[in-house]
Structures are given as structure tokens and as C-alpha cells.
């Protein structure tokens, strides 16, 4: 590699950058350790403990327990007090690292991390033949991470702030209605609106024949099952017509054909009905996401997104920060005249279409 001038400031400036992203990198397979040893549990609303205590309390072997706080004190998720030589996991913190309920637990990331590393040498074989890779195709750990890397954002937003921001949608909901969940993964979404509107029907659709399966186990296990037809269909040709509130949840930009998806919601939604879509929060523009949020959901489309919707018919490759502007227009030029963004998150863009 030929070189002229080199600003040194420049080169030491990167790669400090450089190892801090190798740091962190380093430090997610420790995070995910420390979930699945109990590590974080044991620590959370304990107050300072000893590494010896936290060892007692997890199960895990000291010299391992120590050597975990370390890392954790120095990637600053736990404090450290060198006067008592105890270690605390702060309460905020553990609201990311041990509530898995909570709205800000963060975790099931990991999970989808873990997979794209598995991944890798198939994703960079069809990248090298300009090949799709099925979201079937990939490591299990993706199925399960998704759904527990999304549930807590759709469980704080969904029923609170994202159905009421719909224009009448939670009165159709309340008093009954017919919902389709296209696209539903392990059915999060799909349970969380039966179990806040009992008097409505709800049907998940997703071409994931693994997925369905679960999606039916965990709805059975929160007393759901006898209110939501889970089946194996593709978003071009689910079944069933006149639904009253069709949902896309982070899942159109994987398509294929998005355009065509959006057809047949136009073709099965009620005269009067409603199409929610949620989308990863972006602007139309490369430099409006160049910040954390983007630079994550980039890499998510390069490995995860654009790879899913190459391998379908037409394969778009419309990529996780398409922005408003092409999701709009490809609303619009599906038949629906009223398209806004209804209300949004520091994570995701929630729109509303109505014929």
C-alpha cells in the first residue's frame, strides 16, 4: 500500500476508535456470559457485594467471577469501590442486563449477534456470488434473539403509545376486531395486542415454519391460543380478507417484493381498515443516520436485512434505513392516499396507511 503524506494525529485518532470498537466487541461475548450465568441477577438490587458473594450467589467459580468484574468495571457496567472492594451493577444498568420483562432490557441483541458470527462464512459466500441468504437459513439463535430484542420495545410502545396514535384503532380493538400480523416471527406483537384486546381475533402469518411452531407454544402459554390463528404464509399471499388492522412489525424492508407485499394488505384490509407498519428509525439521507442507531441497524441490514430480500422474488434489497420517504411512496403507489408517520421511537419509525 503506497502512502504519501500521513496525518499521525489522524492515524493515532483511529485507531484508538479502531480499539475501543474491538474492545467493545470483545466484551459482548462476557455480556452474554454474564446473562447466561446469572450473573447480572445475582447482582441486581443486591447493593455492593464482594466477588466472593457474587460467586456464592451465581454459582460460578470466584477466580472466573473475578476476572468477569473486571472487564464489566472496566467497560463501565459495574462500579467498583477499591476501598471495600465490592462491586455494584446500578440500578439503571440492570434495567439493560437482568430485567428481561423490563422496557429497556437489551440483551436478546446478543443472541442475533451470536448468529451473524456463525454465519459468517456462508454470508460471505453468497455475498462473493451476489446470492440472497434466507432469514430461514441462518443460525436459531437469530429466531429467539429477535423476538427477545424486540419484545420489550413492542411491550412499552405497543398498547401505550403506538395503537393509540392509529385514528380510531383502538376503538375498533376494544370493542372487536380482526387483526393480521404479517411477517410475525415468534408472534411478540401478535400476543401482546390479544392479550390487551380480548374481544378481538388476530391471525400471524410469517413463512417461517419454525417460527410459527413457536409462536403457537407461546401463545398457548399466555392464555392466548384460543384467540390467534398462527399459520405458515408469505406476505404476498397470507389469507383471509376484510381485516380491520393489518400489522408489518420491522419486517417489510426484509422483503422481497415490499411493493407487492403492500398490494395484498390493500387487497385483504377493510374498506375502512388500518395498516401499521413499524420500521427501524432512519432519515432519507446516508448522513442523517450516521450516528450509533445507524451504524447499528446498517450492519444489521448488510448481514441480516438486504441478505433476507435478495433471496425472494425481485429482491429489492430496500435495507433497514430506507428511510421515510421510499417507505411512503411505496404505501402511496399501493393504493393508500393517507400515509403519515403516526409517532416514532429513538429506535423505530411507526406508520399509518389507510386506503
Known sequence: MATTAIDEQKLEAFMGRFVGDMSAAMTMPLVRLGERLG??????QAGPLTSQEIAQRSGVRERYVREWLANQTASGYVEHDPAT???TLPDEHAMALADEDGPAYM?????????????????AERMERGEGFGWHEHDPRLFAGTERFFRPGYQAHLVAEWLPALDGVVEKLTK???VADIGCGHGASTIIM??????????????????IARARELAQDAGVGDRIDFAVASADAYPGEGYDLVCHFDCLHDMGDPAGAARHVRETLAPDGTWMIVEPYAGDTLESNLNPVGRLFYAASTVLCTPASLSQDVALGLGAQAGPARLAAIM????????????QTPFNLIFEARP
Open 39 to 44: 450473573l447480572y441477577r445475582a447482582m441486581a
Open 85 to 87: 472492594d465490592r462491586y
Open 332 to 343: 402511496r403507489d399501493a393504493g393508500f392516499s393517507r400515509v403519515r408517520i403516526a409517532t
Open 107 to 123: 440483551l436478546g441483541a446478543l443472541a442475533i449477534m451470536a448468529s451473524v458470527w456463525a454465519d459468517e462464512d456462508r454470508i
Open 176 to 178: 372487536g376486531a380482526t
Open 194 to 211: 390479544a392479550r390487551a384486546f380480548p374481544q378481538s381475533r388476530f391471525a400471524g402469518f410469517d413463512y417461517h415454519d419454525g417460527s
